[in-house]
């Protein structure tokens, strides 16, 4: 089973950066498709960025486009979401999600239940 721990979340300005991490044990990570949810207060959980397991096909929210870059290291079990220029509306609970399912040939998937592993989150703040 895997099991995925985030890390990297804090208080920041808008405008300002972070990059969170998601370390993963207990299976071939290399073989999971992985993915970025958030959830702000009220809201329900919502897409950010997906990068697949084996061609790093990536996928990415409208929200995040341009400004989050999804990436992935599977020597180090590891996922980064570097987000740049970050919004007070960015702000949320931030989850890696890993999908045992997900096809290499195509684009990784962005729905909630495709997902089969989670973490346990990370607090992103932004300030305005």
């Known amino acids: 089973q895997v099991q995925l721990v985030e890390s990297g979340g804090g208080l920041v300005q808008a405008g300002d950066s972070l990059r969170l991490s998601c370390v993963a044990s207990?299976?071939?990570?290399?073989?999971?498709?992985m993915g970025w949810f958030r959830q702000a207060p009220g809201k329900e959980r919502e897409f950010v960025a997906a990068?697949?397991?084996?061609?790093?096909?990536?996928r990415y929210a409208d929200s995040g486009m341009g400004r989050f870059t999804i990436s992935r290291d599977n020597a180090k079990n590891t996922v980064y979401l570097q987000m740049n220029s970050l919004e007070p509306e960015d702000t949320a609970v931030y989850y890696c999600a890993a999908d045992r399912l997900s096809s290499p040939y195509t684009s990784p998937r962005a729905t909630y239940s495709d997902y089969d592993y989670w973490g346990r989150g990370t607090q992103v703040t932004v300030s305005s």
């Open positions: 207990g299976h071939t990570f290399s073989n999971y498709a």
């Open positions: 990068i697949n397991w084996n061609y790093g096909r990536t």
